[in-house]
T-cell receptor, first 116, second 114 residues
Framework: EAGVAQSPRYKIIEKRQSVAFWCNPI?????LYWYQQILGQGPKLLIQ????????DSQLPKDRFSAERLKGVDSTLKIQPAKLEDSAVYLC??????????????FGQGTRLTVV | GNSVTQMEGPVTLSEEAFLTINCTYT??????LFWYVQYPGEGLQLLLK?????DKGSNKGFEATYRKETTSFHLEKGSVQVSDSAVYFC?????????????FGAGTQVVVTP
């Protein structure tokens, strides 16, 4: 079974530039998550989709971050404009339903973003 | 709100030593509890989980018991190997979060030397 695919693996941009990350979840997984992992910290949820609808985006800085999940499959996360504090690993995960229903969340390898 | 606190690292051990990583949580009701592991250069992987009080999760020689009375989910392994060197994350998913977002601790780096 193919895992969660993310691209790119690494990205370096200057502050105030824009950047986009792509995620392809495991086939058939209805729930998709984007997490931000700052160095030395645990992942923090940015946004959660159920199919193509947003379930939770309470921690998403909406003035600069946006995300979409077209057709309930692939998802993109965009940052515009980027700030230095956005330097982090952005993790995409998917699960069949939701982990509260005792189903496992599978994580991609992440995209490491460096803002200079 | 929900939160997870785990012991700071790095934890440095010799091969075959006993490993304990402490994890305590704050949550409403009865959350599901997880340990995830992140090996160098790889993504997060589920190590084990427990969904109700007194459940014991186990995998690859690791164990953790869901203790409601102490709100804890400590990770243990009786004899570590160099290949266990990784960052370990304790996490919870609250039942009030219908679709199960994960709340992670800060992670504990474990270094096992030969």
């Amino acid at each position: 079974e193919a895992g969660v695919a993310q691209s790119p693996r690494y990205k370096i941009i200057e502050k105030r530039q824009s950047v986009a990350f792509w995620c392809n979840p495991i086939s058939g997984h209805a729930t998709l998550y984007w997490y931000q992992q700052i160095l030395g910290q645990g992942p923090k949820l940015l946004i959660q989709f159920q199919n193509n609808g947003v379930v939770d985006d309470s921690q998403l800085p909406k003035d600069r971050f946006s995300a979409e999940r077209l057709k309930g499959v692939d998802s993109t996360l965009k940052i515009q404009p980027a700030k230095l504090e956005d330097s982090a690993v952005y993790l995409c995960a998917s699960s069949l339903y939701g982990t509260g229903l005792s189903t496992e969340a599978f994580f991609g390898q992440g995209t490491r973003l460096t803002v200079v | 709100g929900n939160s997870v606190t785990q012991m700071e690292g790095p934890v440095t051990l010799s091969e075959e030593a006993f490993l304990t990583i402490n994890c305590t949580y704050t949550a409403t009701g009865y959350p599901s509890l997880f340990w995830y592991v992140q090996y160098p250069g790889e993504g997060l992987q589920l190590l084990l989980k427990a969904t109700k009080a007194d459940d014991k999760g186990s995998n690859k020689g690791f164990e953790a018991t869901y203790r409601k009375e102490t709100t804890s989910f400590h990770l243990e392994k009786g004899s570590v190997q160099v290949s266990d060197s990784a960052v370990y994350f304790c996490a919870l998913s609250g039942l009030t979060d219908s679709w199960g977002k994960l709340q992670f601790g800060a992670g504990t780096q474990v270094v096992v030397t030969p």
